[in-house]
């Protein structure tokens, strides 16, 4: 009986735990780990809240269809440029963050990096350079 209560347990929260990440899952491609040390966490954090005018709180989504732009605070600085010239840039936050944390896997966390993330773009896929400023 304890058991069985304990197997059901685990199995559902395997599942919730599952399930966002399966259909939030953001691909990167081209990713160059660009050297220097390691970013501060706050730094990047906050950075990466500031592309397109601002995407923190409730604010789900690029705003402003903007053709590039750049999230800075202190030294950190994000920039995302459409791959297809003349493309507008509507990524959302999940996949940005997603994408972020891919990148981060491979170069080392808050480690400058530049990396393609797939879509993110009224057409095609975006750039997105990470560096110290
Ligand atoms: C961005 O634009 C493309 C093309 O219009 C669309 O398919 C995609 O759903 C949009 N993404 C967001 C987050 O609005």
């Known amino acids: 009986m304890l058991f069985t209560i304990l197997s059901i347990m685990l199995s559902f929260s395997s599942s919730v735990l599952a399930a966002p990440l399966a259909t939030r ?77 891919a990148a981060f896997a491979v170069c080392g966390q808050d480690k400058p990096f530049s990396a393609t993330f797939t879509g993110g773009a009224s057409v095609g896929d975006v750039n997105v350079v990470l560096k110290q400023v």
């Not at 081209?30 to 970013?39: D, I, S």
């Not at 409730?58 to 920039?79: D, E, L, R």
């Not at 440029?81 to 972020?100: C, D, F, L, M, Y």
Request: with cysteine; hydrophobic share 30%; net charge positive.
């Open 25 to 101: 899952q953001e691909t990167v491609s081209n990713v160059k780990c660009t050297g220097g040390n390691a970013l501060d966490f706050h730094t990047v954090n906050v950075a990466q809240l500031q592309i397109c005018g601002g995407i923190a709180g409730s604010i789900q989504k690029c705003q402003g269809a903007p053709t590039s732009t750049t999230g800075t605070s202190g030294n950190v600085q994000f920039s995302i440029k459409p791959v297809q010239a003349g493309a507008t840039i509507n990524i959302s936050k999940g996949r940005w963050e997603q994408g972020i944390k």
